[in-house]
């Protein structure tokens, strides 16, 4: 399958600034990422779509202005967390669609935001 | 997609077979029956996925019932490392990328045991 790389890996900010995760395909050109977000002992949830060359797509409850999706490239996919706050703290994980018969999900290993 | 059912946890012994169920009554005729697992702060890891058929690769085996009502997971020798969140996801193959997201439920939460 897919080789998927999120960093960084874990970040820990002071509330009020900014975080930028990267989602990076590293085998394959990925025109569709996915951008989930999981509380603790909770189950993913999507935020949004990100589409290479076009606006991301954001899910129900999800401010748009406040996680910014940058699909630069078709191997890079940037979240940031704009004006973060403790409840913003989260684990974040991208996925990319591997394309074929099946359109399969690739998930990236996550990156643990704190915010203090 | 239709929604799925499945146990909230299960211990299993090490080095014995683990079936985890899933429920998925209202599923369609073009959904198929998918397979994750997250282990403990990582991404969710694709484990195997059928339509109507039983399949089986180097991970796991999958059963799916005749009616496809239902489904079970197989993990034929359970090993510490097995212990892990797992999910059901029923879903249909869509052409466009973006139209494959996927719709994570509560899982099963499975605890190897020595």
């Known amino acids: 399958g897919a080789v998927v790389s999120q960093h960084p890996s874990r970040v820990i900010c002071k509330s009020g600034t900014s975080v930028k995760i990267e989602c990076r395909s590293l085998?394959?050109?990925?025109?569709?990422m996915f951008w989930y977000r999981q509380f603790p002992k909770q189950s993913l949830m999507l935020m949004a779509t990100?589409?290479?060359?076009?606006?991301?797509?954001?899910e129900q409850g999800v401010e748009k202005d406040k996680f910014l999706i940058n699909h630069a490239s078709l191997t890079l996919s940037t979240l940031t967390v704009t004006s973060a706050h403790p409840e913003d703290s989260s684990f974040y994980i991208c996925?990319?669609?591997?394309?074929?018969?099946?359109?399969?999900?690739?998930f990236g290993p996550g990156t643990r935001l704190t915010v203090l | 997609d239709a929604k799925t059912t499945q146990p909230t946890s299960m211990d299993c012994a090490e080095g014995r077979a683990a079936n985890l169920p899933c429920n998925h009554s209202?599923?369609?005729?073009?959904?198929?029956v998918y397979w994750y697992r997250q282990i403990h702060s990582q991404g969710p890891q694709y484990i195997i996925h059928?339509?109507?058929n039983n399949e089986t690769n180097e991970m796991a085996s999958l059963i799916i019932t005749e009616d496809r009502k239902s489904s079970t997971l197989i993990l034929p020798h359970a090993t510490l490392r097995d212990t892990a969140v797992y999910y059901c996801?029923?879903?249909?193959?869509?052409?466009?990328?973006?139209?494959?997201?996927?719709?994570f439920g509560g899982g099963t939460r499975v605890l190897v045991k020595p």
């Open positions: 209202t599923i369609s005729g073009n959904e198929y």
């Open positions: 996801i029923v879903r249909v193959v869509r052409v466009k990328a973006a139209g494959n997201k996927l719709t």
């Open positions: 059928g339509l109507k």
């Open positions: 085998d394959f050109q990925a025109t569709t």
């Open positions: 996925s990319v669609i591997s394309g074929g018969s099946y359109n399969e999900q690739f």
């Open positions: 990100s589409n290479e060359g076009s606006k991301a797509t954001y």
